[in-house]
């Protein structure tokens, strides 16, 4: 089945820009999609189809994709981004037909 | 606006059923596929299965862990999706989502979740 790869974790300033990556297999070839999840929530869309934002999402919110790295770049970071971030792909071969990755836990310090 | 409002959750022994329903408010139910997604206690989210639109043919396709124990249908007319669960195993456990699903893409909205512990 395939695999998306993420960091545990990442730590970034107030006001300072994170990346956030997913790794997979030529994942460039594919459409890759983010959500936010905060403590006790829901998740919640924040970049599909690599670098689309959802009606409501902060233009701070960016995606790009290629090779084998998709990656989520929040800017000037708040407080309030504070939140585990998960990166899925449609993969339709094989099963799982869909697939997360790990998620990121991103601190903001 | 877009809701999703799922129940039906609660304690289960290993071995037992339960029957997950997820009624949604604000926009053409019958139109969008619809998929369950999970998550297991301080775990990540797992792809649970899906149903395509009536539109669409009503197929069905599921998660190879939840494969032949797991079944999903809708009532366009009561807006409603369902989550039917058996032969439930303690790995079953933990918070199911409703979600839309922008066919073979991504899913667009979740709604708020209900929690399955499956033991003895």
């Known amino acids: 089945s395939y695999v998306l790869t993420q960091a545990p974790s990442v730590s970034v300033a107030p006001g300072q820009t994170a990346t956030i990556p997913c790794g997979g297999d030529k994942i460039g070839a594919r459409s890759v999609h983010w959500y936010q999840q905060k403590p006790g929530q829901a998740p919640v869309s924040v970049v599909y189809d690599d670098h689309k934002r959802p009606s409501g999402i902060p233009e701070r919110f960016s995606g790009s994709n290629s090779g084998d790295t998709a990656t989520l770049t929040i800017s000037r970071v708040e407080a309030g981004d504070e939140a585990d971030y998960y990166c899925q792909v449609w993969v339709g071969s094989s099963d799982p037909l869909y697939v997360f990755g790990s998620g990121t836990k991103l601190t903001v310090l | 606006e877009e809701q999703l409002v799922e129940s039906g959750g609660g304690l289960v022994k290993p071995g037992g059923s339960l029957r997950l329903s997820c009624v949604a408010s604000?926009?053409?139910?019958?139109?969008?596929?619809m998929s369950w997604v999970r998550q297991a206690p301080g775990k990540g989210l797992e792809w649970v299965g899906r149903?395509?639109?009536?539109?669409?043919?009503?197929?069905?396709d599921f998660a190879p862990p939840v494969k032949g124990r797991f079944a999903i249908s809708r009532d366009d007319l009561r807006s409603t999706l369902y989550l039917e669960m058996n032969s439930l195993k303690t790995e079953d456990t933990g918070v199911y989502y409703c979600?839309?699903?922008?066919?073979?893409?991504?899913?667009?909205?979740w709604g708020q979740g209900t929690l399955v512990t499956v033991s003895s």
């Open positions: 149903i395509q639109s009536r539109a669409d043919g009503g197929a069905t």
């Open positions: 979600t839309t699903d922008r066919a073979s893409a991504n899913f667009p909205f």
């Open positions: 604000g926009f053409i139910f019958s139109k969008p596929w």
